[in-house]
């Protein structure tokens, strides 16, 4: 009987060129697709519920794939932690209903974007936060953030790509907030557009550093036009937090 | 004028073998005398508040050197954090008073170990955390831990080297503290003895496991032996915190 499998998964992106299998580059998709195919001994495919570029982390990225064998979760959960690097861990693997599709069927995705916002860099958590070493005000990012919330033509604020007809996303949530040295935003979508939390981001650190008012922002909305926002910021930063079905 | 100059260091600890130098293999301090050697065109010898092992990590060790030019402790800074690589963070440069040492100097020093205590690894602190997989019992730890609070001969807790004559530590502080999946252990003493830490928080892990009763803690004390004691952890989950002075 054909079972459909969810997997969740936790990984440090700095040394893959992203979530999305590709010929002749280490990508998450292949390292997981390349593992399952030697558990099951055939080729398998997974489908991912988002996009991460190369060098994004991710905490619980979702991904499913159907097979039809008597193998339970727990033993795949185990083999694969076993098979994979020690920058991807599959944090929980489930029998989920056979209609389940990890991106069709996902209602909101949620981000975080970490700036460490002090004027010396920090070795820790190097391959996980953007240093920026200039002050900001988070209280104005915070509030730029809040004027994003809803449904708008993010144009402006993405790469466009011929497979994207529709340009229009909504934001459930965009905060910004300071935890010690950490400046930390989480913005809640529906879905996002290609580089759509960085260039958003950097377009908030113009803010934090009061080079962009509060009106420019929505200027830049109405343009439609990338070169209107600020700089898109590096993806060490970004991590994708949770996928909500 | 001979000036006295105090750094602080921050270093992610993975890729080096200890601080201290050592011919033909990556140290703390050979990074560092290398790139003073640059900025001053002279060879400078610093000295270190703790020998760190190899994989052990530093939020702020402290070292200090002496030199004889008007370069400003700001140039040093900024110079110096120009020229290491970003696994080396020197947090601040200070002028001292001439006879300021960092070894000698030091009254007490802090280390953190930190255990990942879930049934799964993880990705993104992978490098500065034990990963236990096995369910810990943090207040026995605690209690355990504050039995080795004051001055004991701490034989039973290293390893012996012919340079050190006296095995007898005081213990100021010595805690342990659950942050979600994380078990924090503190500890702030005189001085450490070889491996002291490590020995230690394999002890306690025997105990937070119910192997090792609370009354055998002082047998192990007593014996003076190291064999007694639980196994040495992990270099990856200890921290050198703080060095007071």
Redesign the interface.
């Known amino acids: 009987m054909e079972k459909n499998i969810k997997l969740t998964i ?3 992106g700095t040394n893959y060129h992203g979530f999305q299998i590709q010929p002749d580059v280490k990508t998450i998709q292949g390292e997981i697709e390349r593992c399952l195919s030697l558990i099951f001994q055939k080729t398998i495919k997974i489908y991912g519920a988002g996009r991460t570029d190369a060098g994004v ?1 991710a ?1 619980e990225q979702v991904a499913n794939f159907k097979h039809s064998t008597d193998k339970s979760t727990g033993l795949l959960h185990r083999a694969l ?1 076993g098979l994979l690097s ?6 929980s693997v489930e029998e989920v209903p056979l209609d389940f599709h990890s991106r069709y069927s996902a209602r909101n995705r949620t981000y975080q974007y970490t700036i460490l916002n002090r004027p ?7 391959d ?1 936060v953007y240093f920026y070493r200039y002050s900001l005000d988070v209280e104005a990012m915070n509030r730029a953030a809040g004027m994003f919330v809803g449904t708008h033509d993010f144009s402006s604020f993405c790469v466009k790509s011929d497979d994207e007809k529709n340009y229009t996303r909504t934001l459930v949530r965009f905060k910004c907030w300071r935890s010690g040295d950490l400046l930390i935003s989480e913005i809640e979508a529906d879905g996002f557009l290609h580089m759509m939390v960085r260039i958003l981001m950097g377009t908030l650190v113009q803010v934090g550093r009061g080079k962009y008012s509060f009106e420019r922002l929505g200027d830049i909305l109405k343009a439609k036009d990338r070169r209107q926002a600020g700089p898109t910021l590096p993806a060490r930063g970004l991590c994708l937090i949770r996928v909500g079905y």
């Open positions: 936790e990984y440090d982390h905490l932690n020690e920058d991807i861990i599959i944090r010396y860099s920090g070795v820790f958590f190097r996980f």
